[in-house]
């Protein structure tokens, strides 16, 4: 069964400044998709940004790019220039190619100084 | 842009009791999805429904619990007789097609169910 790690439980950032948030994956499927979810106090889930597994060009969404390494299944989401409006939970979750459901990872609050 | 929408947004419910979680996904939508979030905890698959029927159901989908889309719009979760460990936000979520390149999930605002 495919698993996912996010080991950071909360990360801070300074308003403007770039964080990375971690996610590694296991998986023994050579075609899947991944996905960074927000979810904010609101607790709606919002798409930030999905990846590919036959891409090797890392996705990018405005200020939001990933770094995504298939052989060592890591799928960090690197967020610059950031703002007080990106401080939510993020879940990493991955999809598999032929897969129904999404597997999520424990998720990342992520807090935003000013 | 089209929504997938839960009622109600918050619901208490007394243990024991029977509760429905209502979602309307998007209309041309054919995959539904039930996801539950415990405080705190991660998002857990419960269960998909296509074409009428359970497509996958998780160890936790057991039998309190069942889905049913009565009407062509709406998809409902019921939990038989709710226990305090069935206190999270539920997700409804659906998506048009399993081409996971052109269409991805929607999720829904979550209903947070309170048993006390």
Redesign the interface.
């Known amino acids: 069964a495919q698993t996912v790690t996010q080991s950071q439980p909360e990360m801070s950032v300074q308003e403007a400044e770039t964080v990375t948030l971690s996610c590694t994956y296991d998986t023994s499927e050579s075609d899947y998709y991944l996905f960074w979810y927000k979810q904010p106090p609101s607790r709606q889930m919002i798409l930030v940004i999905r990846q590919e597994a036959y891409k090797q060009q890392n996705a990018t969404e405005n200020r939001f790019s990933v770094n995504f390494q298939k052989a060592a299944k890591s799928f960090s989401l690197k967020i610059s220039d950031s703002q007080l409006g990106d401080a939510a939970m993020y879940f990493c979750a991955y999809l598999g190619e032929y897969g129904n459901k999404l597997v999520f990872g424990a998720g990342t609050i992520l807090r935003v100084k000013s | 842009e089209p929504e997938v929408t839960q009622t109600p947004s918050h619901q208490v419910t007394q243990m024991g009791q029977e509760v429905i979680l209502r979602c309307v996904p998007i209309s041309n939508h054919l ?1 539904f ?1 039930w ?1 539950r979030q415990i405080l705190g ?5 419960l269960v ?1 429904f296509y074409n009428n029927e359970i ?2 159901k ?1 160890e936790i989908f057991d039998d309190q619990f069942s889905v049913e889309r009565p009407d062509g719009s709406n998809f409902t979760l019921k939990i038989r007789s709710t226990k305090l460990e069935d206190s999270a ?1 539920y ?1 409804c ?1 659906s998506r048009k097609s ?1 081409d ?2 052109n269409y ?2 929607t ?4 209903t ?1 169910l309170t048993v006390v």
């Open positions: 995959y999805y996801y905890q991660k998002v857990e698959f998909s497509s996958e998780s936000m997700f979520a399993r996971t390149i991805g999930y999720f829904g605002s979550g947070r």
